[in-house]
T-cell receptor
Framework: KAGVTQTPRYLIKTRGQQVTLSCSPI?????VSWYQQTPGQGLQFLFE???????NKGNFPGRFSGRQFSNSRSEMNVSTLELGDSALYLC???????????????FGEGSWLTVV | AQKVTQAQTEISVVEKEDVTLDCVYE???????LFWYKQPPSGELVFLIR??????QNEISGRYSWNFQKSTSSFNFTITASQVVDSAVYFC????????FGSGTRLQVQP
């Protein structure tokens, strides 16, 4: 059974540019969540998508956005990149979301973004 | 608001030693789920265990064991006879709408 796949794994962008990251969840999983990991702030929740709808959102500026497609694949976009956006972006996949269902949440290897 | 505290920033042990990673959580929910993840240098968060708030039985999986105590809001993780391959950062997390992670404990197992 394939795991959570994230692309690209590594990328370098310049301040002011935008970036799109992709995530393919485990087959059959309908919930995709995104997390940002930085040395200073740790792991922080960005947003969750379920059946193409954003169901939950963390405390990030509007420059961070996402979407989910009918096949459950998800993309997140960061516009007008800032140096502080340099981080590991992790995608998480579960059957029906973290909520209170207790479904196991599986993570991909992440996308390492460096903003210069 | 939910909170997870992993007070141990870094632990260093010698191979074959037992080591316990502490996790203390705060939540007002009566139903919740706790997780432990392992993060090797590659970055992926590897799922280790999920525990719901109604199940206080301790669990053992090979060299890994978990002690869940609702009375003290703790969910501690013990590695018995540690190995070099156990070196990683370990995260405790609380589920409630989204995962709230602790700050992680870096475990270094020296040969």
């Amino acid at each position: 059974k394939a795991g959570v796949t994230q692309t690209p794994r590594y990328l370098i962008k310049t301040r002011g540019q935008q970036v799109t990251l992709s995530c393919s969840p485990i087959s059959g999983h309908r919930s995709v969540s995104w997390y940002q990991q930085t040395p200073g702030q740790g792991l922080q929740f960005l947003f969750e998508y379920f059946s193409e709808t954003q169901r939950n959102k963390g405390n990030f500026p509007g420059r961070f956005s996402g979407r989910q497609f009918s096949n459950s694949r998800s993309e997140m976009n960061v516009s007008t990149l800032e140096l502080g956006d340099s981080a590991l972006y992790l995608c998480a996949s579960s059957l029906d979301g973290t909520g209170f269902s207790g479904n196991t949440i599986y993570f991909g290897e992440g996308s390492w973004l460096t903003v210069v | 608001a939910q909170k997870v505290t992993q007070a141990q920033t870094e632990i260093s042990v010698v191979e074959k030693e037992d080591v316990t990673l502490d996790c203390v959580y705060e939540t007002r929910d009566t139903t919740y789920y706790l997780f432990w993840y392992k993060q090797p240098p590659s970055g992926e968060l590897v799922f280790l265990i999920r525990r719901n708030s109604f199940d206080e039985q301790n669990e053992i999986s090979g060299r890994y064991s978990w002690n869940f105590q609702k009375s003290t809001s703790s969910f501690n993780f013990t590695i018995t006879a540690s190995q070099v391959v156990d070196s990683a950062v370990y995260f405790c997390a609380l589920a409630g709408g989204a995962l709230t992670f602790g700050s992680g404990t870096r475990l270094q197992v020296q040969p």
